[in-house]
Structure formats: structure tokens, C-alpha cells
């Protein structure tokens, strides 16, 4: 339902407990409220967007990688920003930073022993909280340097130089 909705109120408490089959009660008594489900709903969609892969020696070079998942990452949460945009704080303030956790194996991977495992976690934490503030806050990017982020070339340029600044020591 999210996916498909052009505006968060038409998804209400009946027609969530209509497509799952189940008493509109049920919503609230499990969720609280349907504010939170749609919370829980949206994060667990931008998870998706964000496959835990291991990374496995072999396989490219991990820099490479990391940047063509996040340029992936990316392009999902733009496709769904309107819908998603109530996510993502709660994603930064709250969660425990599972995205960050995900991208560590290609930061190791790439630092290739050259950091710290904190210096790696920070890192990891800086790269994905940056992307999630981007695209959050896109228009003020827009405004600010100029990135359009609903232009591919464009986006794919700032999650790369993004990268850049953040790794450039290594």
C-alpha cells in the first residue's frame, strides 16, 4: 500500500487491516497506532533497499561495490521520498543502526587493515547517515550546491564524491 500511495492519509487504519484480513483492532492493539506501523512498514522497506551481502574477497574491489549499492540505495529512496521522507528520522535518531552495519563489510574491506574497527564503524555510520540525510532533505541540497538528486548523473555524482570525502585518507 505504501508503494502505491500518492499521499500517506489515503492508507488508513481500515484499509490496512482490509488488505491484511484482519479486525482494524488488531492495528492499534499490535502497533499502537497506524502511525507507527506505517513507521515499521516504511523502515523495513528501506532495509530492502539496502541488502545485507557479505562481502567476500573475489569479488571487484570493494570501494567499487560499496559505491554501486549506494548509488542503488540511493535511487530507491528517491523513487519513494514522499512516502519514506517520515522514516528517515526515526531512522537516524532512533534505530540502531542497522543500514551502517550493512555497508561495514566493504569499508573493512576496502580499509584493508589500514583503520581501526571504531574508525570503520564511524565511517560506515558517516557514509549512510549522510545518504539518508540527502535524501531527506533534497531539495535543501538542491538549493544549497546545486545537486538535483532526481537527475541519475547528478545523484550518482554526489553519493561518489560524498564517498570521496569520507574515505580520501585510505
Given at each position: 500500500?505504501?508503494?502505491?500511495?500518492?499521499?500517506?492519509?489515503?492508507?488508513?487504519?481500515r484499509a490496512i487491516a482490509a488488505e491484511a484480513?484482519?479486525?482494524p483492532a488488531l492495528v492499534n492493539y499490535y502497533?499502537?497506532?497506524?502511525?507507527?506501523l506505517i513507521s515499521t512498514a516504511m523502515k523495513e522497506i528501506i532495509l530492502g533497499f539496502l541488502p545485507e551481502?557479505?562481502?567476500?574477497?573475489?569479488?571487484g574491489d570493494p570501494r567499487e561495490a560499496l559505491e554501486k549499492m549506494l548509488i542503488g540505495f540511493m535511487h530507491n529512496l528517491m523513487s519513494l521520498?514522499?512516502?519514506?521522507?517520515?522514516?528517515i528520522p526515526s531512522i537516524l535518531l532512533e534505530d540502531d543502526i542497522t543500514l551502517s552495519k550493512r555497508i561495514l563489510p566493504f569499508i573493512r574491506a576496502y580499509a584493508n587493515g589500514r583503520l581501526s574497527e571504531q574508525d570503520m564503524k564511524m565511517r560506515a555510520y558517516h557514509i549512510m547517515s549522510f545518504t539518508l540525510l540527502v535524501a531527506y532533505r533534497c531539495d535543501a541540497v538542491?538549493?544549497?550546491?546545486?545537486?538535483?538528486?532526481?537527475?541519475?548523473m547528478q545523484c550518482n555524482h554526489l553519493i561518489v564524491r560524498g564517498l570521496d570525502l569520507i574515505l580520501s585518507d585510505l
Open positions: 500500500m505504501l508503494r502505491h500511495c500518492n499521499d500517506l492519509k489515503e492508507v488508513t487504519t484480513g484482519v479486525n502497533y499502537g497506532n497506524k502511525e507507527k551481502v557479505p562481502w567476500e574477497h573475489g569479488l521520498r514522499k512516502q519514506l521522507n517520515k522514516a538542491k538549493e544549497y550546491c546545486g545537486a538535483d538528486l532526481d537527475d541519475m
